[in-house]
């Protein structure tokens, strides 16, 4: 019988790719493609229904009813006609009169069919796959009802759907498989890798772990060697599986597989031993060898040996293991690398092995959760690795499948809205974030595996980023201290750094009174929604709490209901919110006169190096409120001095006018009395200061005030403190200048002014230079005859440094004063 005709559709390349591609021909039944053969029969009152997949040689049925093969070639295939026509139902009314059907054995033989109607299965991507096909013994010249016929082609879609619901499970299924199979290799790499730092310089061991390994990595492989290389031959030096009883077995580098790869350096796969040009026949039938895959242990470009892998049936090993061994062979290296170095250096084999065993990286699989429109609302836990668990402190085998949310309750949103935005992007994140529920800092990376799906790999870092914010919590408390003056404002800077450094609560700091029977506390810093316990509290009306604190001890209590100095009666505690609390004594002179007080309203576990930082805040605390109680009275101290020293200032002065009462010449008597006056003046503005320092217009201000209105001084220059002895100095100068010009200069006319500027000059001297000038008044003369003490005041320049340049000119007198700028300005020491 000639063959039949079929449209060309049935052989196209892509039609059968796109068949292939659902992996669906000769697989078993499955009830969801039998229920609907069984509807379309019952739909069509026919005796047959297939669901037929017409490949490039033959029609096979996924689902047939009433029909007693499983598929027929093409010669008999009705429903090849169907493709054709993908777009509509193939009706044959009479198969025996249909051109393409009337000399089909099928028709012409048993079954002896008469009457067919195929609608065309149809992928998405317009492919005719095959036909959902009713048939029967009778022939039907009316064919279907239009109602038949659109639910045969409802049919014909559900089928595809299945088809396509059935291909994306298979493909996840694979992609999980293939997910599986990777962690699976990398978790028997991460094991070798551990058995390798462990063993140290056992180079037995090293070489067994890096064989059970790659064998765990293969599972197809039965047997495994690493064969080291000495000089011309191979030695059998590693053995595993069916290779066990050949240990130390040497075979030839020349006529062996093993010496191919060898001497190539390249890994080889064997497929079949058989026919395989570099292996001896009689060693594979010894080792019961079908096919093999082997990579060269290189260090640099020396070949150190060969790692096999075996099985007893032909191609049971692809291309990718190649690969995966590949691995191996260089965690081989790098074991016989670090053996060799530890057998050099056993003190750098301590420190490494010490600084391995201490790593603790967490590594997860998540996948994001979407709500109704698509956005990503939370993530669950795909795979977690033990180290995960300790991390975090949770049991791993219970978070499988389950959301973050619900493994960790109130968990902040930034740990679901990061990763979502690392698989929205596809770009990795690296993050350094708290957990507030587990107190604990994390940091990481997070990346993109596939789809909805990603990775994190992190490591717990809440001591060091604790230890860093207590750090800098001690410098902004020293900050704070250095700047506030009260020890109110003191203890409330302190106890603010304090509660938010550490996440309590409430702190502050109060003054013991008596031998530890009350703390009157002063105003203190609080969280939202906590209460202020400023005021005086006796201790004994919170349990037995004085002890610790009599003897300078801390007093620290993580849980106020169970710690036995408070559990009898936790009320008052639990009254101002108190769960767990710290206090921190400050002694003086063997007694503990106040303390530091932290409190959450949680039960806590305080460690020790929170109790060291709050020991430092309390010394610094308790140094700040001293320097300022030192100030206080150093202020009292100064003003009794002051008061004393204008009393001598002015018996000095009483003195003076007495002895010198009866002096005719009154000049020189008031000269004097005036230079007094002027010192006085100087002391008062260093008194501003505390004798520490003055403002440089604030002395000048008040020496030239005695002698004019300051509106004919014009003042140009910054503003800076200056030492006492350059204020005196400074003091003195003025005055002296400003007498003069009320004699002889610019400020004995109406109109006269000064102009008094000054300014820093630097080099390798820094100086500072005061310039004097007058203008307004009459010419001005150099002094002539017997020069008076105010010409030697004013020759002796700032601070003694004899640098004065007077020059006297018709418009007046202008001078240049220069001093080393450190003799001027407060040195820090």
Same mark, same amino acid.
């Given at each position: 019988?000639?063959?039949?005709?079929?449209?060309? $559709?049935?052989?196209?390349?892509?039609?059968?790719?796109?068949?292939?591609?659902? @992996?669906?021909?000769? #697989?078993? @039944?499955? +009830?969801?493609?039998?229920?609907?053969?069984?509807?379309?029969?019952?739909?069509?009152?026919?005796?047959?229904?297939?669901?037929?997949?017409?490949?490039?040689?033959?029609?096979?049925?996924?689902?047939?009813?009433?029909?007693?093969?499983?598929?027929?070639?093409?010669?008999?295939?009705?429903?090849?006609?169907?493709?054709?026509?993908?777009?509509?139902?193939?009706?044959?009314?009479?198969?025996? $009169?249909?051109?393409?059907?009337?000399?089909?054995?099928?028709?012409?033989?048993?079954?002896?069919?008469?009457?067919?109607?195929?609608?065309?299965? &149809?992928?998405?991507?317009?492919?005719?796959?095959?036909?959902?096909?009713?048939?029967?013994?009778?022939?039907?010249?009316?064919?279907?009802?239009?109602?038949?016929?659109?639910?045969?082609?409802?049919?014909?879609?559900?089928?595809?759907?299945?088809?396509?619901?059935?291909?994306?499970?298979?493909?996840?299924?694979?992609?999980?498989?293939?997910?599986?199979?990777?962690?699976?290799?990398?978790?028997?790499?991460?094991?070798?890798?551990?058995?390798?730092?462990?063993?140290? !310089?056992?180079?037995?061991?090293?070489?067994?772990? &890096?064989?059970?390994?790659?064998?765990?990595?293969?599972?197809?492989? *039965?047997?495994?060697?690493?064969?080291?290389?000495?000089?011309?031959?191979?030695?059998?030096?590693?053995?595993?599986?069916?290779?066990?009883?050949?240990?130390?077995?040497?075979?030839?580098?020349?006529?062996?597989?093993?010496?191919?790869?060898?001497?190539?350096?390249?890994?080889?796969?064997?497929?079949?031993?058989?026919?395989?040009?570099?292996? !001896?026949?009689?060693?594979?039938? #010894?080792?019961?060898?079908?096919?093999?895959?082997?990579?060269?242990?290189?260090? %640099?470009?020396?070949?150190? %040996?060969?790692?096999?892998?075996?099985?007893?049936?032909?191609?049971?090993?692809?291309?990718?293991?190649?690969?995966?061994?590949?691995?191996?062979?260089?965690?081989?290296?790098?074991?016989?690398?670090?053996?060799?170095?530890?057998?050099?250096?056993? /003190?750098?084999?301590?420190?490494?092995?010490?600084?391995?065993?201490?790593?603790?990286?967490?590594?997860?699989?998540?996948?994001?959760?979407?709500?109704?429109? *698509?956005?990503?609302?939370?993530?669950?836990?795909?795979?977690?690795?033990? /180290?995960?668990?300790?991390?975090?402190?949770?049991?791993?085998?219970?978070?499988?499948?389950?959301?973050?949310?619900?493994?960790?309750?109130?968990?902040?949103?930034?740990?679901?809205?990061?990763?979502?935005?690392?698989?929205?992007? *596809?770009?990795?994140?690296?993050?350094?974030?708290?957990?507030?529920?587990?107190?604990?800092?994390?940091?990481?990376?997070?990346?993109?595996?596939?789809?909805?799906?990603?990775?994190?790999?992190?490591?717990?870092?809440?001591?060091? &980023?604790?230890?860093?914010?207590?750090?800098?919590?001690?410098?902004?408390?020293?900050?704070?201290?250095?700047?506030?003056?009260?020890?109110?404002?003191?203890?409330?800077?302190?106890?603010?750094?304090?509660?938010?450094?550490?996440?309590?609560?409430?702190?502050?700091? *109060?003054?013991?009174?008596?031998?530890?029977?009350?703390?009157?506390?002063?105003?203190?810093?609080?969280?939202?929604?906590?209460?202020?316990?400023?005021?005086?509290?006796?201790?004994?009306?919170?349990?037995?709490?004085?002890?610790?604190?009599?003897?300078?001890?801390?007093?620290?209590? !993580?849980?106020?209901?169970?710690?036995?100095?408070?559990?009898?009666?936790?009320?008052?505690?639990?009254?101002?919110?108190?769960?767990?609390?710290?206090?921190?004594? &400050?002694?003086?002179?063997?007694?503990?006169?106040?303390?530091?007080?932290?409190?959450?309203?949680?039960?806590?576990?305080? #460690?020790?190096?929170?109790?060291?930082?709050?020991?430092?805040?309390?010394?610094?605390?308790?140094?700040?409120?001293?320097?300022?109680?030192?100030?206080?009275?150093?202020?009292?101290?100064?003003?009794?001095?002051?008061?004393?020293?204008?009393?001598?200032?002015?018996?000095?002065?009483?003195?003076?006018?007495?002895?010198?009462?009866? $002096?005719?010449? +009154?000049?020189?008597?008031?000269?004097?009395?005036?230079? $007094?006056?002027?010192?006085?003046?100087?002391?008062?503005?260093?008194?501003?200061?505390?004798?520490?320092?003055?403002?440089?217009?604030?002395?000048?201000?008040?020496?030239?005030?005695?002698?004019? !209105?300051?509106?004919?001084?014009?003042?140009?220059?910054?503003?800076?403190?200056?030492?006492?002895?350059?204020?005196?100095?400074?003091?003195?100068?003025?005055?002296?200048?400003?007498?003069?010009?009320?004699?002889?200069?610019?400020?004995?006319?109406?109109? %006269?002014?000064?102009?008094?500027?000054?300014?820093?000059?630097?080099?390798?001297?820094?100086?500072?230079?005061?310039?004097?000038?007058?203008?307004?008044?009459?010419?001005?003369?150099?002094? #002539?005859?017997?020069?008076?003490?105010?010409?030697?005041?004013?020759?002796?320049?700032?601070?003694?440094?004899?640098?004065?340049?007077?020059?006297?000119?018709?418009?007046?007198?202008?001078?240049?004063?220069?001093?080393?700028?450190?003799?001027?300005?407060?040195?820090?020491?």
């Amino acid at each position: 019988m000639a063959p039949v005709r079929h449209p060309p $559709v049935v052989l196209d390349e892509a039609r059968l790719d796109a068949l292939a591609g659902y @992996a669906i021909l000769d #697989t078993p @039944a499955e +009830r969801g493609f039998d229920d609907i053969v069984q509807l379309a029969c019952q739909l069509c009152h026919v005796p047959v229904s297939l669901v037929s997949l017409v490949a490039g040689d033959r029609q096979w049925f996924m689902a047939r009813v009433g029909f007693p093969s499983c598929e027929t070639d093409l010669n008999s295939s009705v429903c090849a006609h169907a493709l054709g026509q993908p777009d509509e139902i193939l009706v044959i009314p009479d198969l025996t $009169v249909d051109p393409r059907t009337r000399l089909n054995p099928l028709v012409n033989g048993e079954p002896f069919i008469r009457f067919y109607a195929g609608a065309p299965l &149809v992928t998405t991507e317009g492919h005719a796959l095959g036909s959902l096909c009713v048939i029967d013994k009778a022939t039907r010249p009316g064919g279907l009802t239009p109602a038949q016929a659109d639910g045969l082609k409802a049919l014909a879609r559900q089928i595809v759907s299945q088809m396509e619901l059935r291909r994306a499970v298979a493909t996840r299924d694979t992609a999980r498989a293939e997910e599986q199979r990777a962690y699976a290799i990398r978790e028997a790499l991460r094991e070798t890798q551990m058995r390798i730092a462990a063993l140290g !310089d056992d180079l037995d061991g090293i070489l067994e772990a &890096v064989v059970a390994g790659a064998m765990r990595a293969v599972p197809t492989a *039965g047997g495994g060697v690493i064969e080291l290389l000495d000089d011309a031959t191979l030695e059998y030096r590693a053995v595993h599986g069916s290779l066990a009883p050949h240990l130390g077995l040497r075979v030839s580098v020349g006529v062996s597989a093993g010496g191919h790869c060898a001497r190539t350096k390249s890994p080889y796969l064997i497929a079949d031993a058989d026919d395989d040009p570099h292996v !001896d026949r009689g060693h594979a039938a #010894t080792l019961a060898l079908g096919s093999a895959i082997l990579a060269p242990i290189l260090r %640099g470009d020396t070949v150190l %040996g060969v790692l096999k892998l075996i099985a007893a049936r032909p191609r049971a090993f692809t291309r990718g293991d190649l690969d995966i061994i590949g691995l191996f062979t260089s965690a081989a290296t790098s074991g016989l690398t670090e053996a060799k170095a530890r057998a050099d250096a056993r /003190a750098k084999d301590v420190y490494w092995r010490g600084l391995f065993d201490r790593l603790s990286e967490g590594f997860l699989v998540g996948e994001v959760v979407r709500g109704a429109d *698509g956005r990503v609302t939370d993530w669950r836990h795909v795979e977690v690795n033990p /180290a995960w668990g300790t991390l975090l402190g949770i049991d791993p085998a219970t978070v499988a499948g389950r959301s973050v949310r619900e493994v960790i309750p109130d968990i902040e949103e930034e740990w679901v809205a990061e990763f979502a935005e690392v698989v929205a992007t *596809g770009r990795p994140a690296e993050f350094t974030r708290r957990i507030g529920t587990l107190r604990r800092w994390y940091e990481g990376r997070a990346f993109k595996l596939d789809d909805d799906r990603f990775g994190v790999i992190f490591l717990e870092v809440t001591q060091r &980023v604790e230890a860093d914010t207590r750090r800098a919590a001690l410098l902004a408390v020293g900050d704070r201290l250095r700047d506030l003056t009260t020890t109110a404002e003191m203890a409330r800077a302190a106890a603010e750094i304090v509660g938010r450094t550490l996440g309590a609560t409430r702190a502050g700091f *109060g003054r013991i009174e008596g031998d530890v029977e009350a703390i009157e506390v002063e105003p203190d810093w609080t969280a939202p929604g906590i209460d202020s316990i400023a005021g005086r509290h006796a201790f004994d009306d919170y349990g037995n709490i004085r002890t610790h604190l009599r003897k300078g001890d801390a007093l620290v209590i !993580d849980d106020v209901a169970t710690d036995p100095r408070t559990r009898d009666n936790p009320g008052p505690m639990r009254a101002i919110d108190i769960g767990s609390l710290v206090n921190m004594p &400050v002694r003086e002179r063997g007694r503990t006169v106040a303390a530091f007080i932290v409190h959450d309203v949680q039960a806590r576990v305080w #460690t020790p190096e929170e109790l060291a930082f709050l020991r430092n805040v309390a010394d610094r605390l308790e140094v700040g409120v001293a320097r300022v109680r030192a100030e206080e009275l150093q202020a009292v101290l100064n003003k009794e001095l002051a008061h004393r020293l204008k009393n001598t200032l002015a018996v000095v002065q009483s003195i003076a006018t007495q002895t010198l009462r009866g $002096v005719t010449e +009154r000049e020189p008597v008031e000269a004097f009395e005036r230079r $007094v006056l002027a010192l006085s003046r100087a002391h008062d503005v260093l008194m501003q200061k505390s004798w520490a320092a003055a403002r440089m217009r604030a002395v000048m201000e008040s020496v030239l005030g005695m002698q004019a !209105d300051l509106d004919r001084f014009a003042f140009d220059g910054p503003d800076m403190d200056i030492s006492p002895e350059a204020a005196l100095s400074l003091t003195l100068l003025l005055h002296e200048m400003a007498t003069n010009a009320l004699k002889y200069g610019a400020l004995s006319a109406n109109a %006269g002014m000064v102009r008094i500027a000054w300014r820093t000059e630097d080099g390798m001297s820094p100086s500072l230079v005061l310039d004097w000038t007058e203008t307004g008044g009459p010419a001005a003369a150099a002094p #002539t005859g017997r020069v008076g003490f105010g010409s030697k005041l004013i020759r002796m320049g700032l601070v003694g440094t004899r640098k004065a340049d007077l020059r006297y000119g018709l418009s007046g007198l202008r001078a240049e004063f220069r001093a080393p700028l450190t003799d001027i300005q407060i040195q820090v020491h």
